[in-house]
């Protein structure tokens, strides 16, 4: 787990763009800090926040406590622990960092950002799972990187039967993670020989009635 940082700053935005009504139910997976938990919750919404990282899990249930927001937080991996819910609001910051070494799974801090080869670790598995979790009308937003394939997240998505649409975009200079396997990335062809930043991108998918 780590602050949050320009990600999170990002798809916040969305959600205050998307304006939950007071009473909707809003899942924040991989809540991390909690902070876009307590965002939503703060507007009135009924929040479960879920996280793999039980470190984050109760950083995330001592931020709703110093807060005073009501906020129910789970441990697990993430929609197994409310596969028997649906949402209004479905918020998604998960790992997206193409990683070079994916011969075993991520360890310790780096759970919060590696996510194998293609950085489509948790994405595609979020495209698959998200949908069946949404109500009629209900919305994912999710946040990640243009070096981890937005077209493949939206191919997905509608797929699936939702109208989605990039809703965001936002150049950010590269962070320390991606600055250390920068020659990897540049190898890969995902950053061009004079990339210094990096494209974030926040999707907007919609179950239709």
């Given at each position: 787990?780590?602050?949050?940082?320009?990600?999170?700053?990002?798809?916040?935005?969305?959600?205050?763009?998307?304006?939950?009504?007071?009473?909707?139910?809003?899942?924040?997976?991989?809540?991390?800090?909690?902070?876009?938990?307590?965002?939503?919750?703060?507007?009135?919404?009924?929040?479960?926040?879920?996280?793999?990282?039980?470190?984050?899990?109760?950083?995330?249930?001592?931020?709703?406590?110093?807060?005073?927001?009501?906020?129910?937080?789970?441990?697990?991996?993430?929609?197994?622990?409310?596969?028997?819910?649906?949402?209004?609001?479905?918020?998604?910051?998960?790992?997206?960092?193409?990683?070079?070494?994916?011969?075993?799974?991520?360890r310790g801090r780096s759970r919060?950002?590696?996510?194998?080869?293609?950085?489509?670790?948790?994405?595609?598995?979020?495209?698959?799972?998200?949908?069946?979790?949404?109500?009629?009308?209900?919305?994912?937003?999710?946040?990640?990187?243009?070096?981890?394939?937005?077209?493949?997240?939206?191919?997905?998505?509608?797929?699936?039967?939702?109208?989605?649409?990039?809703?965001?975009?936002?150049?950010?200079?590269?962070?320390?993670?991606?600055?250390?396997?920068?020659?990897?990335?540049?190898?890969?062809?995902?950053?061009?020989?004079?990339?210094?930043?990096?494209?974030?991108?926040?999707?907007?998918?919609?179950?239709?009635?």
């Open positions: 787990m780590y602050a949050p940082q320009d990600d999170t700053e990002l798809l916040t935005e969305a959600l205050r763009e998307e304006a939950p009504a007071p009473g909707a139910r809003v899942l924040d997976v991989g809540t991390g800090s909690g902070a876009l938990a307590l965002e939503a919750a703060r507007r009135g919404a009924e929040v479960t926040a879920v996280d793999v990282s039980r470190r984050a899990v109760w950083t995330a249930r001592l931020n709703a406590w110093l807060s005073r927001v009501p906020v129910r937080i789970r441990h697990g991996n993430l929609f197994a622990p409310v596969r028997d819910r649906t949402y209004d609001l479905i918020l998604a910051n998960p790992p997206y960092v193409p990683a070079p070494d994916t011969r075993r799974a991520p919060a950002w590696d996510a194998g080869d293609d950085g489509r670790l948790l994405l595609d598995r979020i495209c698959r799972d998200a949908p069946a979790l949404l109500r009629p009308e209900g919305v994912l937003l999710i946040v990640h990187s243009a070096l981890s394939d937005p077209d493949r997240t939206l191919e997905l998505l509608r797929e699936a039967g939702l109208k989605a649409a990039t809703v965001r975009r936002r150049w950010i200079a590269l962070g320390p993670v991606l600055r250390s396997r920068e020659d990897w990335l540049r190898r890969r062809g995902l950053l061009a020989p004079a990339d210094d930043r990096e494209e974030l991108v926040v999707i907007r998918a919609e179950r239709p009635r």
